[in-house]
């Protein structure tokens, strides 16, 4: 595989890296999915703790991750994963699905907890997730609860820490054709 072909992920603490975060969660849940209307950004987004995830095939977001702890002591929540359509066959989400339990279990975390559409918890399943409970409305959407013990997380493999190229996002201006696009 060519490196620019490489999947990593990152933690988006630039400006640059949070705005194509937040584009690519906007194209996702607003625009396509239209669960959420208008905008996702919410308090989860304006705290500082929040880790927001970045997931690029070279120098190019296609995904994203956001996990923070929870009030419960040692338990963290991820959500907002969202891949760009025509990344979503690969190895995309899982990379940020590891990347996030690994984050928080480097953290000291114990659990992390998601809610995930239906149609995507037999890939949560495969990564180690268990159900936590019957399927419930989120976002007026039926989800599934699931948990995933950090204690089995192990470390980052070296896919997914980002070389320089990663680093080097242009800026949101100069944002893809596809990050732009209103669907209709």
Not at 6 to 33: G, L, N, T, Y
Not at 103 to 132: I, K, P, S, Y
Request: glycine residues 8%.
């Amino acid at each position: 595989m060519r490196p620019s072909e490489r999947i990593v992920c990152w933690r988006a603490v630039d400006p640059a890296a949070k705005s194509w975060h937040m584009r690519i969660r906007h194209r996702i849940f607003v625009e396509e999915q239209r669960v959420i209307p208008f905008t996702d950004v919410d308090d989860w987004d304006r705290d500082p703790d929040t880790v927001h995830v970045l997931a690029g095939r070279g120098s190019v977001a296609i995904g994203t991750v956001r996990l923070y702890r929870t009030d419960t002591a040692g338990r963290w929540k991820g959500d907002r994963l969202a891949v760009l359509p025509g990344h979503r066959a690969g190895i995309v989400g899982m990379r940020l699905v590891r990347f996030a339990v690994s984050t928080a279990a480097a953290a000291g975390g114990d659990v992390m907890d998601a809610f995930v559409q239906l149609q995507n918890v037999n890939f949560f399943e495969r990564l180690g997730w268990e159900h936590n409970g019957p399927p419930v409305a989120y976002y007026g959407l039926p989800h599934q609860p699931m948990t995933f013990e950090l204690s089995r997380a192990g470390n980052l493999a070296e896919s997914e820490i980002p070389d320089d190229a990663c680093l080097r996002l242009p800026a949101a201006r100069d944002a893809p054709s596809a990050l732009l696009v209103t669907m209709s």
